[in-house]
């Protein structure tokens, strides 16, 4: 058994400098993609002097005149021409200054009468907005292997760019095994669960933007497992799969595996739940076998299969994770794992772990808004005590 550190740089290790291809795409197509290269802004912003409020332009010293009024300038318009000593010109938010304003002047420091305006105790304010304050032509404005949301696409439109090179996603292939699994509720019997796993992982694949080519069950056969293994390592970049890693028996998993060409380089992992974690990989394929209870599938997706999603794609996945003290007391038997324990926050801002059976208890993560992090050596902690809380980025944060 070994420490989940020790994993994640094994499976590092392991991709090494494997890469998905790169595609040219419109920005406007890109959310949820991997950005393949940096980017830089081909326009400045904001692209001229402009108004930061309704107010009127004026040269330097002229604020303490009584100004004749030259015209209105609205966001959208062109602007106007440099103004003259005496005169002003009344601007609209967003709206372009003359060249050469000094300052603008907000209405509420105004009274116009007779096409003229006069200004009561104005403020020295400037309330300009500086051509390229915010971003200048060049401007590195996104790194590559960021994950483009709304925020980065918007940032991408304003600074002119159009098409943009990204990673192509992530192709995966979901197994779920066991004779105990069925796919109907009509075909569940006396003996028989519904197959949970499977769709869970399909949608989770799908949320971080994956591409999955097949979702299959399989039963406890190893000739049968073997070579759905097989077929999933040829049209897929991952093999993720469910059930049937653990030491009992009857999980044949490990054995059909190896059938398929695969190397196993660590099939236990110091955390709780998932520890029967398997990871292996060949020339050209990446399988991560998870744990067949629901919770540990959920967990360990995001602590591997995401993690060699983003390295696959040129980029890192880190969950969300920050410290938060106890609601009550805590204890546990063995500290020798890590253990990861669904919770919620309570209204004062503590963490208060949910009712929770094991990790077959799938419905205590409807409840939970993150876990619990416990490390390895850690029996009991007492109310009051700071924990690391993890907030993973497809149901929690």
Not at 13 to 29: A, D, L, N, S, Y
Not at 176 to 186: C, M, N
Not at 244 to 262: K, M, N, T
Request: proline share 6%; charged share 20%.
């Amino acid at each position: 058994m070994i420490p989940l550190k020790t994993a994640i740089s094994i499976v590092d290790e392991k991709i090494g400098g494997r890469r998905v291809p790169t595609e040219k795409i419109p920005v406007r197509e890109a959310v949820g993609r991997i950005l393949a290269a940096d980017q830089f802004s081909k326009v400045d912003l904001p692209p001229f002097d402009k108004s930061a409020m309704d107010g009127y332009a004026v040269l330097e010293g002229d604020q303490h005149s009584r100004l004749r009024i030259e015209g209105v300038v609205t966001a959208g318009d062109p602007g106007t021409d440099k103004l003259l000593p005496g005169t002003t010109v009344k601007v609209m938010t967003g709206a372009p200054v003359p060249p050469g304003t000094a300052r603008v002047v907000i209405v509420e420091e105004a009274v116009e009468e007779d096409g003229h305006v006069r200004f009561e105790n104005p403020s020295p304010a400037s309330n300009i907005c500086k051509k390229a304050e915010d971003v200048a032509v060049g401007d590195r404005i996104l790194k590559a292997g960021v994950r483009l949301g709304a925020l980065e696409i918007s940032n991408l439109i304003s600074c002119g760019i159009g098409d943009i090179d990204v990673a192509r996603p992530v192709s995966v292939a979901v197994i779920s095994t066991g004779d105990e699994l069925v796919d109907s509720f009509s075909n569940l019997s006396r003996g028989k669960i519904m197959n949970s796993n499977g769709p869970m992982l399909q949608e989770l694949a799908r949320k971080f933007s994956m591409t999955v080519t097949s979702e299959v069950s399989v039963t406890d056969e190893p000739s049968k497992l073997t070579a759905v293994i097989q077929q999933a390592l040829r049209e897929a970049d991952m093999v993720v799969l469910s059930g049937g890693v653990s030491a009992g028996d009857f999980d044949f998993v490990p054995q059909a595996i190896e059938e398929a060409g695969l190397q196993i380089h660590f099939s236990r992992v110091a955390i709780k739940p998932g520890k029967p974690v398997t990871f292996a990989t060949n020339e050209n394929g990446i399988l991560f076998g998870l744990p067949g209870n629901p919770v540990s599938v959920f967990l360990t997706f995001h602590l591997f299969v995401l993690h060699a999603a983003a390295r696959l794609s040129g980029a890192s996945y880190e969950p969300k994770t920050f410290n938060i003290r106890l609601a009550n007391d805590y204890t546990r038997r063995s500290g020798e794992r890590m253990v990861y324990v669904p919770c919620r926050i309570t209204s004062d801002g503590f963490a208060e772990p949910v009712i929770y059976h094991g990790s077959a208890h799938l419905a205590a993560l409807m409840q939970a808004e993150g876990f619990l992090i416990i490390p390895i050596g850690v029996r009991s902690m007492t109310s009051g005590a700071e924990v690391p809380l993890v907030m993973f980025g497809s149901r929690f944060g």
